[in-house]
């Protein structure tokens, strides 16, 4: 089955910097997905990759895939408190259902 | 109302009550899921279903039975569970289970506490 690692686990940013989360999975990505949580609630879609080098941006929010499609970062610029959560990345796998990794969890700090 | 919704939000039981999770999509999507989601796990997938069947039971304890009377409403009925049991349950949705992509769109989730 696709298991996918997230890296770091936790992190704790300062507001107004940049913090960059990565998402390795230990088969080839077809379709990798970045949502977000908010703790207890339900997960929002932020982006999907599926070309190898893709990089996508919503606002302050850049998802990159890499050429080998192992491995995405999601990368957000200046943090604001309202980008504290929980960001999961998930995978399709073969059967075309999702893997999902562990999570990040983002602290953003005034 | 619109996308995903999942009643009652927070539930706490005992563990020889029965109790069901109700979910329902307003998105015309086919395909509904239910994962678990434990502290600092993955989410694991538990019940697939494709236009009202079950594709998937992804060794889940009989303990948990899910019902589908049609794509847009999904159970899970909940009878003698384990304290370990005790997790964020969220209900997905998405066009196919199968295509190019898979976009899930997920509801906001049932704690579930088993006491």
């Known amino acids: 089955s696709q298991e996918l690692e997230q890296s770091p686990q936790s992190l704790i940013v300062q507001e107004g910097k940049n913090l960059t989360i990565n998402c390795t999975s230990s088969?080839?990505?077809?379709?990798l997905y970045w949502y977000k949580q908010k703790y207890g609630e339900g997960l929002i879609f932020l982006m999907m990759l599926q070309k190898g080098g893709e990089e996508k941006s919503h606002e302050k929010i850049t998802a990159k895939l890499d050429e080998k499609k192992q491995q995405s970062s999601l990368h957000i610029t200046a943090s604001q408190p309202s980008h504290a959560g929980i960001y999961l990345c998930g995978a399709d796998r073969d059967d075309y259902k999702l893997s999902f990794g562990a999570g990040t969890t983002v602290t953003v700090r005034a | 109302e619109t996308g995903v919704t999942q009643t009652p939000r927070h539930l706490v039981m005992g563990m020889t009550n029965k109790k069901s999770l109700k979910c329902e999509q307003h998105l015309g999507h086919n395909a509904m899921y239910w994962y678990k989601q434990s502290a600092k796990k993955p989410l694991e997938l538990m019940f697939v279903y494709n236009f009202k069947e079950q594709t998937e039971n992804n060794s889940v304890p009989s303990r948990f039975s899910p019902e589908c009377p049609n794509s847009s409403h999904l159970f899970l009925h909940l009878h003698t569970l384990q304290p370990e049991d005790s997790a964020l349950y969220l209900c997905a949705s998405s066009q196919v289970p199968g295509g190019a992509y898979n976009e899930q769109f997920f509801g906001p989730g049932t704690r579930l506490t088993v006491l």
């Open positions: 088969k080839t990505l077809y379709g």
